[in-house]
């Protein structure tokens, strides 16, 4: 939105958006975090009991824990999850495949490596979907400055990986 063109009602809008976005972006680090401490702690949990009952695990107290959460939160709008393209739900596939490949590489390459590289695998994944718009998402072309910040993550990784 160019700055000339905003009108009161515009302006209003974008104070919204601003505000929201500054409230969720230290969320999403404190969730990153949360990441490399669940790497920290599947790792060790994974060599004790087994990398898929380390999973197993993981998702039965997050499941208990989301049941809770829908108990009290009251009815949920939207479609019934019947209504919806069965490719949407791959993410049930992808989130214990991630959560296994955690457990497994962990003890092996470290939790920084393994965050470093689950970090080059979202980024490069995230700027292809932005790119071209999969998953219904909203155009965003690759700029310079994103080819920058995806070869920024990727010396990192090399950098972590020779340290």
Do not use: C
């Not at 990398?51 to 479609?79: D, E």
């Not at 959560?99 to 470290?110: D, S």
């Not at 790119?131 to 219904?136: D, L, N, S, T, V």
């Amino acid at each position: 939105m160019q700055t000339s063109s905003l009108d009161g009602a515009g302006l209003a809008q974008a104070k919204p958006k601003t505000f929201l976005r500054l409230l969720l972006l230290p969320l999403v680090i404190f969730a990153g975090m949360g990441l490399s401490v669940e790497a920290g702690l599947l790792g060790p949990l994974g060599v004790q009991v087994g990398h898929l009952w380390a999973t197993l695990s993981i998702f039965g107290v997050g499941s208990a824990i989301l049941f809770l959460l829908l108990l009290f939160s009251g009815p949920q709008k939207g479609p019934a999850l019947t209504d919806l393209p069965r490719w949407q739900l791959i993410g049930g596939f992808l989130g214990p495949m991630y959560v296994v490949v955690l457990t497994l590489a962990t003890p092996h390459i470290g939790i920084a490596m393994t965050m470093i590289a689950i970090l080059s695998g979202q980024v490069g994944k995230s700027v292809l979907i932005d790119h071209f718009g999969w998953f219904g998402t909203t155009r965003k072309r690759v700029n310079g400055e994103r080819w920058i910040a995806l070869l920024l993550i990727v010396a990192a990784l090399v950098l972590i990986a020779r340290g």
